[in-house]
DNA sequence: CATGAATGAGTGTTCATTCAT
DNA sequence: CATGAATGAACACTCATTCAT
C-alpha cells in the first residue's frame, strides 16, 4: 500500500553529513517530496551558496548538492541560475519587510514604533546572515533586474521609516512641519545606516553586538536629531 | 604629400565610442602611449568593470577593451586578476583616504572638522561611485587578501571618525568616555547613513540636493546625538 | 511513420570522416556511450595527438576532436592534461610490459626466450608506433611525474633482459658473473636497436622485412657477442 | 669623440648572472659585435633552453635573455622560432656527422674504424648533451621539417656505417657475400643502439659512463656477431 | 641595433544547461 | 524524478611576433 510505503520510505530517510568547502550544514537526502518543500530546500542552498561564493562563482552543482537535489530537478522548478537567484532576492525581500513591518508595535509611542522597527530589522538580519549577505551584497552588484529587486525591498522598508517618521512630526505637534523631501532624505539616512550596522554586526564574528546593542547605538545617535528637526532646532555649519 | 597625410592621420587620432554590453564610456585608442598613461587607464577601465559586474562575472577581455588596450597588455602591466583588483583597491583606498583627510578643516570646531569630514567622503564617493561600489560592495566578499585591504582603509576613516569624536569629547569635557567599540558602531552607522545618501543623491535626477545639503542633512541628523552620547546621555527606551 | 523513420536514423548513426590537421584517422561520431568506452577513445586519441606533436604543443581542443568527444568531457573524464599524459603513459606502459612478457616461451632455451621477448617488444612497438613515441621521446622530456613512470616501465623491462641474461650465463655456467650495470647498458642497446629496426622497417615501405626477419638480424647481430660476454670475452681495442 | 665613447662603453660592459629558472650559465652583454659572432651565440642558448624545455615550452624572451641579444635582433637574425630550430638542427648535425667521420682513422683494421667511429659518436654526444638532446628527442617530434632534417643527418650516419661493414666483409674475404639490404638493416641496427646508449648515458647523472666504456660495451655486443655474419655464421631460431 | 609598447591567435580549464534513459 | 552523458560558450592567461622610437 501507497502509505505504507511511503511511511517505510520516511523512517529509512538517509541522513548524510556533507561538507562543501567549510560547508557545515547537513544534507537530507529524501526521495519523493512535495514542491513546495523541495523548492524551499533548494532556495536554502542557493542562499546559503550564493552568500558563500558570490553569484557569479557559486556553481549549480554545489547548490544542488547541498540541497540534496538532482540537477535537472532544479532547472524543472527554477529554470536558470538567474531565476533562482531572483526567487532567492523575492523570498528573502518579503521576509526582511515583513520581519520589519511585524516588530513594530502600532500602539507605541513614536520612539518606541522607530525602535521596534530597528529591532525587528536587527533580529532579522543577524538570524539570517546569508539572506542578508545576498540582498545586500551580492544583488547590487550583479545587473539590473536583481538590483532592481532589492532597491524595490528597500524603499518599501524607506516607506515605513518615513512613514514613522512623518507619524512622530505630527503627534509632536511639532513648530515647523519638515518637507517631505527632506523626511525622505532622513530615512535613507537611517535606513543606510541600519544596513551598514547590520553587515558590520554580521561580520564581527564572536564580538558581535547583540540586536539590542546595535538598535540602541542606532537610536542613540538619531533620535536627539529627529527630536530637533521637529521642532524646527537645527545644526548650522557656524564655519562652513 | 604622403608625408604630410600621414601627419594628419596622426594628428586624427581616432577617438570611437565603444558600447560592450550597457557600456557608455568612450574608448580613446591611441597607439604607444607611455607606460604610467595606460596604466591608469587600465586602472580606470578595472574599477569600472568590477563595479558594473561584480569581481568574479568581470571579464579581462571587458577591461582590456574599454581601456584601449590588448589583454596581454594587461596582463604585462598588471600580471593577473587579482593583482588588478588590488592595485584597484589600493589605489581608490589610497584616494578617499586622501579625500576625506585634506577636506577636514584642523583649524575648525569639533562639529566643524565632521562636517568637513563628511563633505569630503560624500563629495568624493559621489563622484567616484564605481570607486565606491568596488571597495564596498566588492573587495569584502572575495578573498582575504582583498577583504584585509579594504579593512585597513576602513580602519584608517574610522580613525580619523574616532579622533573627531574624541577631540569633542576632550573639548566638551564630556562626562563619559565612551568606549572605543561603540565609537566603531557609530562611524559604521554614519558611513553607511551617507552612503546611503549618496545613492539615494545621485539616483534622485533632477531634483538631487547639493552635497551640501546631503551632508547638513546628515549632521543634523547625528549631531544632536553624538553630542549626547559625549555627555553620557542615552535615548532609553521607555516601552520595550 | 515517423517511429520508424527515427529508428532508422539512430541505427544509422553519423559516421564521417574527420582531418585534422594531417590527420587520417577515421573518427567515429556516436553519442551517448558507457564511460569505459569514452575514456579509451579519448586515450587512443590522446596518444596518436601527444606522438605527433609533443606534450606541450598536443592541444586538449585537437585530442577531444578526434577523440569524437567535446572538451569538457574530456576534463569530466581525464581532469587535466596532466592527468590525461599520466594515463596515457601508464596503459600503454602495462601494455608494452605485458606484451613483452607474454611473448616469452617460459620452456624455451635462453637464446629461444631472449628471440620471443625481443619478438614480443618488436611486435608492440610496430603494431603501435605512437604508443612507443609517447613512451620514448615524450615522457621522459617533461618533468618528474612522468620521468619516472616511464623509468619505471623501462627498468621492467630491463629486468626481463636481465633476468633472461643471467638465466644464459647460469646454464652457460659462465666464468665471470656480469656486473648489473654493464646489463643495464646492454639492455639499452638492444632496446635502441630494436627501435631503430623497427622505424627502418616501418619506414621500407613494400620492401619491408617481416618482424621475424628483423628479429632474426638482431638476433644473429648480438648472440654471439652476448655469449662471449657471458663467458668473460671480450672485444679488445687492439689498437685505440 | 666617438672613438672615446665606444671605448668607455666597452670598458663598462655590462656583466651580470643570469639566473633563468635552474640556469647557471653566465650572460655577456657586449654590445655591437660581428653578426657572425652573435649568431653563434643566438644558437648556443637556443640549443641550451631547447634542451632543457623542449621546443614547445621554450620561449623566445628566454633565447634572447640567454644569448645577451635583444629579441628583435634574433628574429633579424634568425627569422622565426621554426627557422631558429631548423638552424640549430642543422649546425648539431653537421658537428655530430663530422665528429664520426673525423674520428675514423682510415688506415685502421676494420674493427679499428668501427672502434674509433663509435668514439667519436659518443664522444661528440657527451661534451654536447644539449646539442644531442635537441636532436634525438625534440626534433623528431616536432612536424616534417625538422623530422626529415634530423632523418637525413642519421642517414648520413647509417651510410657511413654501411660502407665500414661492407668494407670489413670485402677485408674478410668473407665466405657468404652478404647482401646489401642486411648490411643496411644491420647498419640501422647499430647506429640505434649506439643512439639509445648515447640517450643512458647522458642521462645517468654521475654515474654516467666513459665514453670509452660506453664505445666498448657496443662493440662487445656486435662485433662478434659482424664476424660470424660475415663469415656467413647465423644465429638460428632453434625453437621458434 | 636596443628598447619597450603592442597584439592576434591560441592554450588549458570551467560551468550553466540539456537530454536520453 | 534521479542518473549521468554531453556540450557551447566563455574565461584567465601566454607567446611569437612586429614596429616606432
Not at 43 to 50: H, S
Not at 172 to 190: K, N, Q, S, W
Request: with cysteine.
Amino acid at each position: 500500500m501507497k502509505t505504507a510505503q511511503t511511511a517505510q520510505t520516511d523512517a529509512a530517510q538517509v541522513r548524510a553529513g556533507v561538507r562543501t568547502g567549510a560547508g557545515i550544514r547537513t544534507k537530507v537526502k529524501a526521495k519523493r517530496m512535495p514542491r513546495e518543500v523541495r523548492e524551499r530546500q533548494m532556495l536554502d542552498a542557493a542562499v546559503e551558496i550564493f552568500a558563500r561564493r558570490g553569484y557569479a562563482a557559486a556553481s549549480m552543482d554545489e547548490i544542488a548538492e547541498l540541497a540534496g537535489a538532482s540537477k535537472p530537478l532544479v532547472y524543472l522548478y527554477l529554470n536558470s541560475k538567474e531565476d533562482l537567484f531572483s526567487a532567492c532576492i523575492r523570498r528573502e525581500s518579503e521576509a526582511l519587510v515583513t520581519a520589519v513591518r511585524s516588530g513594530i508595535d502600532p500602539e507605541a509611542s513614536p520612539d518606541g514604533r522607530l525602535w521596534s522597527g530597528l529591532l525587528g530589522f536587527f533580529a532579522h538580519t543577524a538570524a539570517h546572515p546569508d539572506a542578508w549577505a545576498v540582498l545586500h551584497c551580492q544583488a547590487r552588484t550583479h545587473g539590473e533586474p536583481f538590483a532592481s529587486a532589492v532597491c524595490a525591498m528597500r524603499q518599501e522598508i524607506v516607506d515605513v521609516v518615513t512613514q514613522l517618521i512623518a507619524a512622530t512630526a505630527r503627534e509632536a505637534a511639532c513648530a515647523v512641519e519638515p518637507d517631505g523631501r527632506e523626511i525622505t532624505g532622513l530615512a535613507h539616512a537611517l535606513v543606510g545606516a541600519a544596513e551598514s550596522l547590520a553587515a558590520w554586526a554580521n561580520t564581527s564574528g564572536d564580538a558581535a553586538p547583540s540586536e539590542k546593542e546595535t538598535a540602541a547605538t542606532l537610536m542613540n545617535l538619531v533620535w536627539a536629531g529627529l527630536g530637533n528637526l521637529m521642532n524646527g532646532r537645527c545644526w548650522s555649519a557656524t564655519r562652513p
